[in-house]
């Protein structure tokens, strides 16, 4: 059964970090390439960064360039996003996806909220 499992959201005030992790199983890791992307309330789901099977390339929206890192541990089957300088129009439910050759992936989402 596969599965995507996001954690690590919450309220943060502006300026602040947060580090989101999603935790996968029951697929190949390694052979998919993972983004996270976010939706805010009434606006469509955005690409926020992609990382390759192996890590060797990323990429970014940006509105979040020079602020979010996306990484993975491949023996952990884990992608992170790591979200500095937080601002309030960063507040949104954050996923991520697996993309393989044929197939793809959702997780159920992860709420961040930056707010004072």
Known sequence: QVQLVESGGGVVPPGGSLRLSCAASGFTFSAYRMSW???APGKERELV???????GSTSYADPVKGRFTISRDNAKNTVYL??????PEDTAVYFCKAVGVVDEYWGQGTQVTVSS
């Open 82 to 87: 790591q979200m500095n300088s937080l601002k």
């Open 49 to 55: 960064a992609g990382i390759t099977r192996a890590g």
């Open 37 to 39: 992307y976010r939706q």
